[in-house]
């Protein structure tokens, strides 16, 4: 608790601050535990100017009490659903994307993560006012995808152009990069320096394992210190400014025992994530039949992990050229 000291409040000065002392009183908490009137006989000052100085010290340092009510209409007011721009990837998300949580996207190379990312930071930007962060950190996002994309949607050249001032992209090739991007990222939105981040809901990693994987394991000697700094980044992302993070991430095989694909970067990372899904190729004649007649390929994304949802619902989503569906 913070020493009394002069001007720390009108009335505070230098000799009230002695007299104070002399009584046995140096700290703010200790002033307002202190009845008002003993005080005034032990320090000889006036009981009314004490009472002034009480008042504007229990304004400065003391919380105010918020009802559930107000609790809830905060909360309602700063939350958000975004959609992925496939019904199918919404309803087994309950609804989409939500902003205050980190949504963990884990499959093996070329399965589509990387379409999904695209086609859900367009719909973001066709279908409300908010805008996007898309962090590219293993070289997959191809600017002629993003513009395939958002022409699918048979949109004007002004209409493009405002959707792409929307959705800031960076090229991240290591952690401590990605690290410092993100910080800047989290003041940038707690202060609201610019339009552009006052309205700042989704961001995209694609993907953290790219930058965590080079250094486990290697001459990084605090790799796992560096691995933990990056998810706090990330949730203080998704809870202090409320955003939905959506992040990438590779797999490493299956559990022996239930036959579960599992995400890489070990034990440390499974709980970061509020919810992880888990994409995969279908077998080879399902995809030769559904692609010979919509000219794209089928993936199988399943609930593995869900703060909202029992776990272990799928779905069967199109992964195209001009998106998902």
């Not at 963990?104 to 805008?131: L, S, Y």
């Amino acid at each position: 608790m913070p020493s009394l000291r002069p001007d720390a409040c009108p009335g505070l000065t230098a000799t009230v601050v002695e007299r104070l002392k002399e009584a046995n009183v140096s700290t703010v908490i200790e002033f307002l535990n202190r009845g008002l009137e003993e005080l005034s006989k032990d320090c000889g000052l006036p009981y009314q100017e004490l009472t002034a100085i009480r008042r504007v010290l229990l304004a400065q340092y003391s919380s105010f009490p918020m009802s559930g009510v107000d609790m809830y209409d905060e909360a309602v007011s700063a939350s958000a659903i975004l959609s992925t721009g496939s019904h199918g990837l919404d309803t087994l998300l309950d609804g989409g994307l939500y902003t205050g949580e980190i949504t963990e996207m884990i499959g093996p190379p070329a399965a589509g993560k990387t379409q999904v990312c695209i086609a859900t930071a367009v719909a973001v930007v066709m279908e409300t006012d908010h805008n996007v962060v898309y962090i590219d950190t293993g070289g997959s996002l191809c600017p002629s995808r993003l513009h395939q994309v958002m022409q699918s949607h048979d949109i004007t050249e002004e209409k493009y152009e405002e959707m792409c001032q929307r959705i800031q992209c960076f090229k991240i090739f290591d952690i401590f990069q990605l690290q410092e991007c993100l910080q800047e990222l989290h003041q940038k939105i707690l202060n609201q320096s610019a339009p552009f981040h006052s309205n700042l809901k989704l961001i995209i990693v694609d993907s953290v394992a790219a930058v965590i994987l080079p250094i486990l394991g290697g001459a990084q000697t605090d790799s796992h210190g560096h691995m933990i700094h990056l998810s706090r980044i990330l949730k203080s992302l998704a809870t202090d400014c409320s955003t939905a993070v959506l992040i990438t991430n590779n797999t490493t095989g299956a559990n022996n025992d239930t036959g579960q694909v599992l995400p890489s970067l070990g034990r440390s990372w499974h709980h970061i994530p509020n919810t992880r899904i888990a994409i995969s190729r279908m077998n080879e004649s399902s995809s030769k039949s559904f692609s010979s007649e919509s000219k794209s390929e089928t993936r199988r994304v399943s609930l593995v992990k869900s703060c909202k949802q029992v776990i272990g619902g799928s779905t069967m989503i199109a992964i195209k050229d001009t998106g998902v569906t």
